[in-house]
C-alpha cells in the first residue's frame, strides 16, 4: 500500500511548478514534504487532491491512478488544510455526521471514536455551535477531528499547527503515530520542523520543481554539508542561499 507519485510535472494555467517531480509514502509511514515558500508544496497537495491536472507524470494511491479512478481514488484519503474549511450553516454535530455520509462509516462506531476526539480536543461541549462562534484554532481542530474520522489509507495534512495550541499540537502528533501504527500513510507539510521531526520518518526537500533528496534527518543534514548538531532550521538557510545565487 503506497501513495506514489512519478515524474510529476504540473502547475497552473500551463506553467509548470513541478518538474519530474518523484515521492513514494509507503504504508505505516510519514512523510513531511518541507521547503522555502514557493517551492511548490501547496501546488503538489493540490495534485494529490486532484485539483489541478498533470502536465505529465501520474500520481496513484494503493494501485488506483487518480486521473483513471478519481472516485475512487479520494475516498481513500483524508485532508487537513491549512486554512480550515468549514460550511457556515452546519454544527459541529452535523459536520461529524457529513463525514460519516461521506466515508460511509458504521454510525455507532464512529460516533464512539469522534467523541473520544472531541474530548481530547476539548471541543465536546461544543456540538451545536456554528463555525462563526469558533476561533481559528477551534476551526483547525473540527477539521482534525473528521479527517481522523475519515476511513482513509492517507492523511494529507498541511501546516496543522497554525493556529493550535501546545496541548492540542501534542494531541495531533500523537494522533499522527497512532495512524502510523495502523498503517496510514502521511504526508504532511509544516515549516515548525522541531514540532515533527521526531513523528515522520522521512522528509522531503522540495527545491528547483523536484524532490532535491529524502531521507532521514541525519541524511539530510549530510546532503546540504550539515552536522548532525546543527539545527534542522539551517536547511532553510542553505535553501535560501541557493536561490539567491541561482535567481
Given at each position: 500500500m503506497t501513495l506514489k507519485i512519478n515524474?510529476?510535472?504540473?502547475?497552473?494555467?500551463?506553467?509548470?511548478?513541478?518538474?519530474?517531480?518523484?515521492?513514494?509514502?509507503?504504508?505505516?509511514?510519514?512523510?513531511?514534504?518541507i521547503g522555502l515558500n514557493g517551492a511548490g508544496k501547496s501546488t503538489t497537495i493540490k495534485h494529490i487532491l486532484g485539483l489541478l491536472r498533470p502536465q505529465r507524470g501520474y500520481i496513484e494511491l494503493d494501485g488506483i491512478k487518480l486521473a483513471q479512478a478519481p472516485e475512487a481514488f479520494k475516498q481513500k484519503l483524508a485532508y487537513i488544510p491549512e486554512t480550515p474549511i468549514l460550511y457556515p450553516e452546519l454544527t459541529l454535530k452535523e459536520h461529524i455526521e457529513l463525514t460519516?455520509?461521506?466515508?460511509?462509516?458504521?454510525?455507532?462506531?464512529?460516533?464512539?471514536?469522534?467523541?473520544?476526539?472531541?474530548?481530547?480536543?476539548?471541543?465536546?461541549?461544543?456540538?451545536?455551535?456554528?463555525?462563526?462562534?469558533?476561533?481559528?484554532?477551534?476551526?483547525?481542530?473540527?477539521?482534525?477531528?473528521?479527517?481522523?474520522?475519515?476511513?482513509?489509507?492517507?492523511?494529507?495534512?498541511d501546516e496543522p499547527f497554525t493556529g493550535l495550541d501546545p496541548l492540542s499540537a501534542l494531541t495531533l502528533i500523537d494522533l499522527v503515530q497512532e495512524a502510523k501504527n495502523q498503517g496510514k500513510m502521511i504526508l504532511i507539510t509544516s515549516h515548525v520542523l522541531s514540532e515533527v521531526q521526531d513523528t515522520v520518518d522521512q522528509f522531503a526537500v522540495l527545491n528547483n520543481r523536484k524532490i532535491e533528496v529524502c531521507g532521514s534527518l541525519n541524511e539530510i543534514k549530510a546532503h546540504y554539508g550539515l552536522s548532525e548538531q546543527d539545527s534542522f532550521d539551517q536547511i532553510y538557510r542553505v535553501l535560501s542561499r541557493e536561490q539567491v545565487q541561482h535567481g
Open positions: 515524474n510529476l510535472t504540473g502547475g497552473y494555467h500551463g506553467v509548470s511548478v513541478l518538474k519530474d517531480l518523484n515521492l513514494t509514502v509507503e504504508k505505516g509511514k510519514a512523510v513531511a514534504l460519516i455520509l461521506a466515508y460511509h462509516l458504521d454510525e455507532a462506531e464512529t460516533w464512539k471514536k469522534a467523541n473520544d476526539l472531541l474530548t481530547k480536543f476539548r471541543l465536546d461541549n461544543k456540538l451545536d455551535w456554528l463555525p462563526i462562534h469558533f476561533s481559528k484554532g477551534m476551526k483547525q481542530k473540527v477539521m482534525i477531528v473528521c479527517a481522523f474520522l475519515a476511513a482513509s489509507d492517507l492523511l494529507v495534512i
